[in-house]
């Protein structure tokens, strides 16, 4: 009697080539297989991409309701060994010896990627049992939490892994903007609200008891998602096929639910003053977000990728031509982005604006204005070095200055396009 196969395919293969989707065969483009286990909902996608090199990307949706950053630190202990490989390295050590640099992750506010990179296929092969390992059946001791996430030195100084990295983070002028700006778009208790990576005062509080259950109800394998890049022979499907039954098996454990991303209260300020420590008081940050098309729309992100590129990628840019490349800049750099949320979002930062010197004595913090669409109050100043100044400058950190100056020239694009 024949056993049934761990993976179907879920779906007819489909083609995908320049933003679009074809089913038909003999279509151009990349190929594209989705498999699915066949009693839960994990799924497998094979990209057969024409590239030297084969990627491995597995995806588990995981969301935060505190700041203890359980997502982050989870991805530091799925490294420290598994059920069936417990010693620690030897998931990198077997990627080094199947032509890899390594392997990787990242923790989003709504997923957990770890990756891998390789030069065959049969090196990918090799690793990826082994991987999928460590990530549904990390062994997640004790001893692991005390060295990765957090504990006391001799001295008595907080240490550990992940405590040490937060300490370095957050309260940086990036890690600031990021978390409230998203805190002025999302409302309280969403999950894009909290720092995924965790706040040091948290993260003291956590235990090694809540990240064992917060891998119980994220990482069963029926939630995770894993994606294969790459020259891929039709055979690669026999891989699959042949995964340890025991790694791959679902305990019924679904995290799919949707993310809540409804907007603030209506009568929630529209703008925020974050002072963040800085060794230069002259300049500080504004930037804005708006809420955009949903993630799911690649048309929508893309075109509104391009139309950021085109607004403020070069010096020859027209936000970049109004606010930077000019005698008296009104910001040193500016960054643009569409974050992959649930509900995307616009995200521009102008960095380096000139911040006005204050009447009081200096203080060691200068201002990061994250704003939705506006900015706050500050107080006016002179230029330091006595000269002439541009008018603007002074104002640009009053309540909305900014904001009319940028909209005033999206306006004059939009007019002349």
Not at 57 to 80: M, Q, R, W
Not at 251 to 264: E, K, N, Q, T, V
Request: glycine share 6%; net charge negative.
């Amino acid at each position: 009697m024949n056993e049934q196969p761990l993976f179907v395919r879920d779906g007819p293969d489909f083609s995908y080539q320049r933003g679009t989707v074809a089913t038909e065969e003999g279509s151009e483009g990349f190929r594209v297989s989705v498999y699915r286990h066949f009693e839960s909902s994990m799924r497998i996608v094979l990209c057969r991409i024409p590239r030297p090199l084969y990627s491995l990307n597995i995806y588990v949706p995981t969301v935060s309701a505190n700041d203890k950053g359980l997502p982050h630190t989870l991805e530091h202990l799925i490294f420290c060994g598994s059920q069936r490989y417990p010693s620690r390295g030897y998931l990198d050590a077997l990627a080094n010896c199947n032509l890899s640099t390594g392997t990787n992750a990242w923790t989003s506010d709504d997923h957990t990627c770890y990756t891998l990179s390789t030069a065959s296929e049969e090196a990918l092969a090799n690793v990826l049992p082994v991987y999928l390992d460590h990530v549904l059946h990390p062994l997640l001791k004790d001893e692991q939490f005390v060295t990765e996430v957090y504990h006391y030195d001799t001295t008595g100084k907080e240490q550990g892994v992940v405590f040490s990295e937060m300490v370095a983070r957050e309260n940086g002028e990036n890690d600031l903007f990021g978390i409230n700006l998203d805190r002025l778009m999302f409302a309280p208790k969403s999950p894009y609200t909290y720092m995924s990576g965790g706040q040091t005062a948290a993260i003291a509080e956590l235990t090694n008891a809540e990240i064992v259950e917060y891998h119980r109800k994220y990482y069963d394998a029926s939630n995770i998602t894993v994606v294969i890049t790459g020259a891929l022979s039709d055979e690669f499907v026999d891989v699959l096929q042949r995964l340890p039954r025991d790694i791959v098996q679902s305990a019924g454990h679904s995290s799919r639910a949707p993310i809540d991303c409804s907007l603030p209260p209506a009568d929630q300020p529209r703008s925020r003053h974050v002072p963040f420590p800085s060794v230069d008081t002259d300049t500080g940050s504004i930037g804005f977000g708006w809420r955009g098309p949903p993630s799911s729309d690649a048309e929508a992100v893309t075109a509104f990728q391009m139309l950021l590129e085109y607004l403020a990628d070069t010096s020859s840019s027209p936000l970049k031509q109004r606010f930077v490349e000019r005698p008296s800049p009104l910001a040193s750099d500016i960054a643009v982005e569409v974050t992959g949320t649930v509900p995307s979002t616009v995200i521009l930062h102008f960095s380096g604006v000139p911040h006005p010197s204050s009447d009081e004595p200096t203080h060691e913090d200068t201002d990061d204005h994250a704003s939705d669409n506006s900015e706050d109050e500050e107080s006016e100043g002179e230029d330091d070095d006595g000269g002439e100044e541009d008018p603007d400058i002074p104002h640009l950190f009053e309540e909305g200055y900014f904001e009319r100056l940028l909209t005033d020239e999206l306006r004059r694009v939009y007019d002349s396009r």
